[in-house]
């Protein structure tokens, strides 16, 4: 077997032995002898011929079958043309050229019979769907060989029927497309690429015709990820089993794409040949401005029937994209499951983040993903940068895409993006999102998860993202104080929704007597989360307290010049530990084990950690920041302090630990708080009918200026 790696093995070297300084002069000779073999071997009659740029198998079938060229077409003028052109054009033997017009076309054009070929018209009077019409016409055809043209194609070879069809003689092969030239003489067609930019490309796009760049590829005949319609062989039997183009879901964009796939799911093969070359009118105005085109969910289509083809190209691997691929060329990796998804009625979400870290932002889009995913919502995240969270989201089955171009708002982070009902721009550091999609019809739901004052401090010094605000359908917060300071930045909604985590399940910790109590306050070291004032408090207890209890610090420093503060105020306490940088199972792990969580923070919309410690079932000691005085009540469910208070703090720590019996009071109704607002099913629940509510609005926005 042949097997693709997608890795550079060998440079060509060069001394006087080698092939490179000509070296090697029957180099040629064994190349031609070694593919004649392989002929042989695979029992292909073959003629062997040397070209200046490639070696040719040319295949010979026994006798040349009955071919149908298949032209969907409304155009009297180019169907005119077809007519008197093509058959001229085109020395076949066994000719029969298949017109799928209106009906008041067929009349005229029967009229015009072609020299060496038949014709046959069929009607069609449905709305377009070039899908159905080339299955219509496929199913009225009588040749062995369906070759799909399109009415702007021009034949400049008379063999070229038999050049195409020629490959469909190897069993293995299950589709044909040739070489397509614009009117200028350069490449528009040479097979297509998938996973790049747009999610389909032309190899060597806009080349010269007779190009020998990158190992002479243009004129080669070699496999290929999927193939043009523009000019498609196929046979007839392999055309039904497949099922024939998908009228469906394919209409009209990337129709040949599914065609490709079908064949290459059926295990065949799908091959441009260099030896048959046509002009291709289409896409003439390459570069000239156009109006906008209708949204196509043709794109989304693919990604959910073929995410594993669509997201990867085994012949044009990252290696030969990030090189070769001159359309696009800003590298941009896509990641997708080989499972199919099921095409539902359900809404097609974009979610847009910033990163794909494990900070708390990217952790609650992959929780809305997660829940989106299990009810019927077909999601994909696009960030510019990678991350963990990307093995996460695949895990789950989530097409990802990292494309940094989406930073700056980039056109074709648009032209992708419209497609979509809906596009969440996760944080507010995805400030490009709302100005890039103010032209399209899809709504922009922006979900900020920053603090307020943070912000608010955004909003007035960067003036991009002051002006960006007001074009989000709705921004929404986590919490309805956040939510009031950005309210007066946009005249459109600002909405809260509480944040969720999946169930981490009850983690009693046993009898506190006769044992130390377990404190521990688990955030990145920074000013905002506020370990120093937690360990101030720590000095302010009697020591005869301290020694009743344990203390722990475990986070990431991300303030270096803040830890050393802390680590001097520190130092006196024997009891407390300090941990660093935890993954998420360990730091769970941390707060299953101890017996009161502490989150002191100066400022917070309503951290990640406190629904943690909720979930948990875990006591709970917070400062009043944020949404935590609109969740939890003190002495309840939680004790609640003044931000940047000290003696308060150690007033609620002196309070447990002189009456450890209150600890698991407070942790049952902590739990019975998340089983009330914290679950996933509440969120999703309400993120959903945020999403609807959104694309209703932005539907009905456009109807009014429409």
Excluded at 347 to 365: E, K, N, Q, R, T
Excluded at 580 to 607: K, Q, T, Y
């Amino acid at each position: 077997a042949i097997e693709h790696i997608p890795h550079v093995l060998y440079h060509w070297r060069e001394h006087p032995a080698s092939g490179s300084a000509g070296g090697k002069p029957d180099a040629r000779k064994t190349n031609l002898a070694a593919l004649g073999a392989a002929m042989e071997r695979r029992k292909l009659p073959a003629e062997i011929v040397e070209y200046p740029t490639a070696n040719r198998a040319r295949l010979k079938p026994a006798t040349w079958p009955r071919v149908s060229i298949i032209i969907p077409t409304d155009s009297p003028t180019r169907a005119q043309t077809c007519l008197e052109r093509l058959p001229r054009q085109t020395r076949y033997p066994d000719l029969e050229i298949v017109i799928v017009t209106n009906s008041s076309l067929t009349e005229s054009l029967q009229a015009l019979p072609p020299e060496n070929a038949t014709l046959l018209c069929v009607p069609y009077d449905n709305p377009f769907n070039f899908s159905d019409k080339c299955n219509v016409g496929a199913q009225a055809a009588t040749g062995e060989r369906l070759i799909f043209f399109n009415d702007d194609v021009e034949s400049v070879q008379a063999d070229w029927v038999q050049n195409l069809i020629e490959p469909l003689e190897n069993p293995e092969v299950g589709a044909v497309a040739p070489k397509l030239l614009y009117e200028t003489g350069q490449i528009q067609h040479a097979g297509l690429v998938t996973g790049v930019r747009g999610l389909i490309g032309t190899a060597f796009h806009q080349r010269a015709a007779d190009s020998t760049e990158h190992f002479n590829l243009a004129q080669s005949l070699r496999n290929v990820a999927a193939l043009s319609a523009a000019c498609l062989a196929v046979r007839r039997e392999d055309f039904i089993r497949v099922g024939g183009f998908d009228a469906v879901n394919t209409p009209i964009g990337h129709s040949d794409v599914d065609l490709s796939f079908k064949i290459r799911e059926a295990g065949l093969r799908c091959v441009y040949t260099p030896f048959s070359t046509l002009y291709h009118a289409g896409h003439v105005s390459i570069g000239a401005e156009e109006k906008t085109p209708p949204r196509d969910r043709s794109s989304l289509y693919l990604l959910k029937r073929w995410p594993e083809f669509t997201t990867h190209d085994p012949y044009f691997p990252d290696n030969m994209r990030n090189w070769l691929h001159t359309d696009s060329p800003t590298p941009i990796r896509m990641m997708a499951r080989p499972e199919a998804e099921a095409v539902g009625a359900g809404p097609d979400l974009l979610f847009v983040s910033h990163d794909l870290s494990l900070s708390g932002a990217p952790i609650m889009l992959y929780h809305a993903a997660r829940w989106c995913r299990e009810n019927g919502v077909f999601v994909v995240v696009l960030s510019p940068k990678d991350g963990p969270l990307r093995e996460k989201l695949q895990e789950l089955g989530v097409p990802v895409v990292i494309d940094p171009l989406v930073a700056s708002g980039h056109p074709s982070f648009a032209h992708f993006a419209r497609d979509f009902d809906c596009v969440v721009a996760n944080s507010i550091r995805s400030k490009a999102v709302a100005p890039a999609l103010k032209k399209e019809a899809v709504p922009v739901l922006w979900w900020i998860h920053e603090p307020g004052s943070v912000g608010e401090h955004y909003l007035r010094e960067d003036t991009e993202l002051r002006a960006a605000f007001p074009l989000a359908e709705f921004i929404l917060a986590p919490s309805e104080r956040t939510a009031r300071i950005y309210r007066p930045f946009t005249d459109r909604p600002v909405k809260a929704l509480l944040n969720a985590i999946p169930d981490l399940g009850v983690s009693p910790v046993g009898p506190t007597r006769g044992r130390r109590l377990r404190f521990v306050l688990l955030a990145s070291i920074e000013p905002r989360k506020g370990q120093d004032i937690f360990v101030e408090a720590l000095t302010l207890l009697p020591p005869e307290l301290l020694e009743k209890a344990e203390f722990q610090l475990a986070g990431r420093i991300l303030d270096p010049d803040f830890w050393l503060k802390v680590d001097r105020i520190a130092a006196p306490l024997k009891n407390l530990s300090v941990t660093g940088a935890l993954d998420h199972a360990d730091a769970i792990g941390l707060m299953r084990n101890a017996d009161v969580i502490v989150s002191p923070s100066r400022d917070e919309a309503l951290p990640v950690v406190i629904l943690e410690a909720l979930s948990l079932g875990k006591a709970l000691v917070a400062s009043t920041v944020g949404g935590v005085l609109e969740i939890l009540v003190d002495g309840e469910d939680a004790l609640l302090v003044r931000p940047e208070a000290p003696e308060a703090l150690a007033a609620a720590l002196r309070r447990l630990l002189e009456n450890p019996d209150l600890i698991p009071q407070l942790g049952e109704k902590a739990r019975e708080t998340y089983e009330r607002q914290f679950t996933l099913d509440r969120f999703g629940r309400d993120f959903r009918a945020l999403i609807e509510e959104a694309i209703s609005l932005a539907g009905h926005r456009e109807a009014l200026s429409g």
